[in-house]
Nanobody, 123 residues
Framework: QVQVVESGGGLVQAGGSLRLSCTVA????????MGWFRQAPGKEREGVAC????????YYANSVKGRFTISRDNAKNTLYLQKNGLKPEDTAMYYC????????????????WGQGTQVTVSS
């Protein structure tokens, strides 16, 4: 059973930064593309960043391109999302999951999401 634990969220002022982390167990992390997703109240969940298994390729939603950076440490089974220049519209619950990277970032497997980590950006 796949287990993911997201952390690092919080309340930050617009223009600030946060670094999210996600530790993963129960899947072959080192050979899996991984993604960050977010869901704001009243909106559908969207993929915002994705990284291939070897870290060589990254993909971003247009809304976060140039502000967010996804990275990974395969030795620690951990995924990261560095978020700079935060905007109020970045307020959402953030989740990580095995993903299919591309112009559209999608969750790789069906099943439950982790508990997520809340990011709130004040104006």
């Amino acid at each position: 059973q796949v287990q993911v634990v997201e952390s690092g969220g919080g309340l930050v002022q617009a223009g600030g930064s946060l670094r999210l982390s996600c530790t993963v167990a129960g899947l072959p992390f080192g050979i899996s593309s991984m993604g960050w997703f977010r869901q704001a109240p009243g909106k559908e969940r969207e993929g915002v960043a994705c990284i291939t298994w070897d870290g060589r390729s990254t993909y971003y939603a247009n809304s976060v391109k140039g502000r967010f950076t996804i990275s990974r440490d395969n030795a620690k089974n951990t995924l990261y999302l560095q978020k700079n220049g935060l905007k109020p519209e970045d307020t959402a619950m953030y989740y990580c999951a095995a993903a299919i990277c591309g112009p559209t970032i999608t969750k790789r497997w069906r099943g439950d999401w982790g508990q997520g980590t809340q990011v709130t950006v004040s104006s």
